[in-house]
């Protein structure tokens, strides 16, 4: 087996085997905390809590990876402590203090780590160019669906605990698969491979140059703050679909069913999405997936079963399945290579941690106010909508690339 194809398959297994590991929890959070008797609008608050902290860890994280510690070491680091605090959680749900405190623990140690590996990856597919990140998003949607599937059905027959401790060594095989991951130099390291000035004395951007640096890029503003709004509305899917599965009759099972087609949905865009881009522009493919952002909103508010419910989440594979590999590529592009981990990292963050945010708060006091779950993903559609109409200003206005 050649490098490039070793690489392409066990950042695949890495990728795969983590995200069918997280689906253990972020899948099932909100179940599982009103399974035990916490109000659906007080596991959503927690919800909101935990994002918070991932948007302040992920950006720390991004730059420490830059400049100081490789990304294999840190996935590695994390995620030993986040398997204990997974099998700990499901046991600590009688306490409100300690479920938050280890909710909080798991945000720092995993939750942040999809965007640690968007960040390795994409840099491996610069040092190995045959690399395609495509195959490896794709690969772990498709795994994310079975387990999602498989993870539902566990906890209809055993309970949420054993579904963790199977998260849990799903997990352990990642790290394992990680071991022999090539790992990606930081920026210290090439100063002192170079053997330029600084190799004796090598050291990182200062948090104020790599905070300049982005400052400047008007096309990275541009995608931050047009994907802000699409996953402000977006993080009603992982946070109120469950909300809105109970209200229309379905429970554990048929929330694994959703996240499983959800995931799904995603395996062909993801695979197909590096051929795509290379016949159509980024800008465009970005902006046609935020248009389905909106229509499937939309069409999940006014949802009035489960199965017209299930099948509106197929869009999943026209909005985030597309938006996303479209937003790596297009960042791999405009970003320079000694912030692009911090990039990407404050993009994950900002899209699944600052939108995740508002999106609880909002979707939260709004349930409150009505007690209908229908009304947030309406709140939803009409972000989504106007994150839409950010993007096509910015194409009007010629800020795109």
């Known amino acids: 087996m050649n490098k490039t194809r070793e690489i392409q398959v066990k950042g695949m297994l890495v990728q795969a085997l983590f995200w069918a ?5 972020s899948s099932f959070i909100v179940n599982m905390l009103t399974d035990y008797g916490y109000p659906s609008a007080t596991a959503t608050g927690m919800m909101t809590a935990t994002s918070v902290l991932s948007f302040i860890a992920q950006p720390i994280s991004g730059y420490i990876c830059d400049n100081f510690i490789s990304h294999k070491r840190v996935y590695i680091a994390m995620t030993i402590c986040a398997l204990p605090t997974m099998i700990l959680l499901s046991q600590c749900l009688f306490s409100p203090v300690l479920t938050m405190g280890l909710m909080l623990l798991f945000t720092i140690f995993m939750v942040q780590m999809p965007g640690l590996l968007d960040a390795w990856v994409i840099g491996l597919t610069n040092l190995y160019p045959g690399v395609n990140y495509g195959l490896c998003r794709g690969s772990s949607s498709l795994l994310f669906a079975i387990a999602a599937q498989v993870m539902g059905w566990i906890t209809a027959q055993f309970g949420h605990g054993v579904r963790m401790w199977v998260g849990a060594a799903i997990g352990l095989l990642s790290i394992l698969v990680a071991l022999s991951l090539k790992e990606l130099p930081t920026r210290k390291q090439m100063e002192q491979a170079s053997g330029g000035p600084n190799s004796r004395n090598p050291h990182g951007l200062s948090t104020g140059e790599t905070i300049k640096i982005l400052g400047r890029n008007k096309c990275y ?68 997936a935020a248009l389905f952002f909106l229509i499937r909103l939309g069409l999940t508010a006014l949802s009035v079963n489960f199965t017209m419910m299930l099948l509106v989440q197929l869009l999943q594979g026209l909005s985030f399945a597309v938006i996303w590999p479209a937003s790596m590529g297009y960042l791999n592009q405009i970003v320079e290579d000694g912030v692009r981990s911090t990039a990407i990292m404050t993009y994950s963050s900002v899209t699944l941690g600052v939108s995740a945010i508002f999106g609880n708060l909002f979707g939260t006091l709004i349930l409150s106010a009505t007690g209908d779950v229908r009304v947030v993903f309406g709140f939803c559609a009409l972000v989504a909508g106007l994150g839409l109409l950010l993007g096509l200003y910015g194409l009007a206005r010629k800020i795109w690339k």
């Open 21 to 25: 590991s997280y689906c253990a929890y």
């Open 221 to 288: 503003l541009l995608l931050l703050s047009m994907n802000f709004l699409l996953f402000l509305g977006y993080s009603g899917v992982s946070s109120f679909i469950p909300v809105l599965t109970t209200q229309l009759g379905g429970g554990s099972e048929e929330v694994g069913t959703v996240f499983a087609l959800n995931a799904l949905a995603e395996v062909p865009a993801m695979f197909l999405m590096s051929a795509v881009l290379r016949r159509v522009q980024a800008k465009k493919v970005v902006l046609f």
